[in-house]
């Protein structure tokens, strides 16, 4: 089993769960985040008009909001959830986010107490 | 490739943060937690609170660099008090860029 964790634009999270729903991966985790990448916060990233002095400093924002998605696949499947996040979320602007693929050990359904693979399911 | 989650005092995160990007660590994701430790919370006085507010920092690294940026997280997060928060290193084994595909950080 791997876990994905994904950060992406928050505006992208309804068609990202469409088509994770669509693909057969309906359970997933979502959070709220602030983050930055290499370019340390980039001014232009958030829909929303920014005061004059925000665009002036060094980088712009300290934080861009972004939304982090956490799913739990099976090892085969790692590569069509990827794809599909990227696919879904790429506009090839700065700020796309990222995708992490970790492993993850065990997995156990606490309702039924179904472990691995049937707990995932 | 190592996921650093390094959960910190509120207070403290910015320090953090900064400490990070002044060593060229400028990429990372934060978020606000609750929680609590060994402790089982804290007492003042007559009032009990069971789950702290902490900032759980997040970046992911190449493997040569997580005892740096565990010293630094130590150095700038430090107080001496209970309650100073957890580093804590997974491993991870692929990174994707959204916006190229590419593969890596």
Redesign the interface.
């Known amino acids: 089993m791997k876990e994905i964790v994904a950060i992406i634009r928050p505006n992208k999270m309804t068609r990202t769960k469409e088509v994770l729903a669509a693909l057969g991966f309906p359970a997933l985790t979502a959070c709220k985040v602030l983050g930055r990448g290499k370019q340390k916060g980039l001014a232009g990233e958030v829909s929303f008009p920014l005061g004059p002095e925000l665009v002036q400093e060094e980088g712009g924002m300290r934080y861009v909001p972004k939304r982090l998605v956490s799913l739990v696949v099976e090892d085969e499947d790692v590569p069509l959830v990827v794809g599909a996040i990227t696919k879904v979320n790429r506009t090839g602007a700065i700020g796309d986010g990222r995708v992490f693929v970790c492993p993850v050990e065990e997995a156990v359904r606490i309702r039924t107490q179904e472990q691995g693979t049937a707990a995932i399911m | 490739?190592k996921?650093i989650r390094a959960i910190v005092r509120p207070e403290k995160a910015e320090d953090v943060v900064d400490a990070l990007?002044a060593a060229g660590y400028?990429?990372?994701?934060?978020?606000d937690v609750v929680g609590r430790g060994k402790q089982k919370g804290i007492q003042v006085g007559s009032i009990y609170y069971d789950e702290l507010p902490k900032v759980l920092l997040m970046l992911?690294t190449e493997d040569e660099n997580v005892a740096e940026i565990v010293e630094i997280i130590n150095r700038a997060a430090y107080t001496g008090n209970f309650g100073d928060g957890k580093i804590f290193v997974?491993?991870?084994?692929?990174?994707?860029?959204?916006?190229t595909?590419s593969r890596g950080l």
């Not at chain 2, 400028?26 to 978020?31: E, F, N, Q």
């Not at chain 2, 997974?90 to 916006?99: K, Q």
């Open positions: 490739m996921m990007a400028v990429a990372l994701t934060k978020m992911v997974s491993p991870v084994e692929e990174a994707y860029t959204i916006r595909g």
